[in-house]
């Protein structure tokens, strides 16, 4: 079976909808109006969750490099990650409530100032993307609630490729939700078998509307999720090493290269 052959980027303008967020990566500088260069910093701090990057061409390409080390090692292990999000949210030093409580064990060990850059109820959400990846790696464009109360806290993969995942004649395309504390949601996850090379660009979207969310891959509807979180949602996008699966195969840099990410409202 032959891949797929990469999609061109879409027009800017879709039917029925407004432009809502665009970061086409046209700048020297990551646009932080938009983006935030850290990850769920509360349960570690900015400075050991600071992703390794470069703007180059118009892409962002995210990276994991040979001397990169654990972003969160007293709650994650030996996980290395570069990622960017587009909101933050914590509680008190040694308290439990911050974002994505990923370990029941996690205490917030820095405190956040409250940011919202983007925080999008609903929507068409749209990124063009390709990776160079291991056995080890991840890659994703999810969104999580700001949980600034503890029930918003539900999960929107668009996409995630885990590069154990990936064969010969394409890749397993993770996507769904998973509720972590919202007990209005269900974890509803699926890996499709789709014949793409996460090498090349394609284009990976969703659909949240108050009743369900549409996943589409390259302009194609995949499948129809029939549930809704129903609170704001902020961006999080990034690769991630987990050297602790295949300790001595891995290849550096890893890269994760956006071409855009875009965010539209339905128009009434």
Not at 7 to 13: F, S
Not at 77 to 90: A, D, E, I, P, Y
Not at 95 to 122: D, K, M, W
Not at 189 to 215: C, G, K, L, M, R
Request: net charge negative; glycine share 6%.
């Amino acid at each position: 079976m032959d891949l797929a052959v990469a999609m061109p980027a879409n027009p800017l303008e879709k039917p029925g909808y407004r432009l809502d967020f665009q970061d086409e990566f046209a700048t020297e500088q990551l646009d932080q109006t938009k983006w935030l260069a850290y990850y769920l910093p509360q349960w570690s701090s900015r400075e050991r969750s600071t992703p390794r990057y470069q703007l180059a061409n118009q892409h962002l390409i995210l990276e994991i490099q040979a001397d990169q080390a654990a972003w969160c090692p007293e709650f994650d292990g030996q996980t290395r990650c570069s990622s960017l999000q587009t909101g933050v949210f914590g509680g008190a030093l040694d308290s439990p409530y911050g974002q994505h409580r990923f370990n029941q064990a996690c205490v917030v060990r820095e405190l956040q100032a409250s940011i919202r850059t983007y925080t999008p109820q609903y929507g068409y959400f749209e990124m063009r993307a390709k990776a160079t990846i291991g056995p080890n790696n991840v890659v994703a464009l999810w969104m999580i609630g700001f949980e600034d109360q503890p029930e918003y806290s539900g999960e929107l993969a668009i996409m995630e490729i885990k590069g154990w995942n990936i064969g010969t004649e394409g890749l397993k395309l993770g996507y769904g939700v998973h509720p972590w504390g919202d007990s209005q949601l269900t974890d509803e996850f699926f890996e499709d078998e789709v014949a793409i090379n996460v090498s090349d660009y394609h284009i990976y979207a969703a659909e949240w509307t108050p009743s369900q969310i549409d996943i589409y891959l390259d302009n194609r509807k995949l499948r129809t999720i029939q549930q809704s979180p129903n609170y704001p949602m902020q961006f999080m996008l990034g690769i991630y090493d987990l050297p602790q699966r295949q300790p001595s195969i891995a290849h550096y840099p890893q890269q994760f290269e956006i071409d855009y990410v875009r965010g539209y409202q339905r128009i009434s």
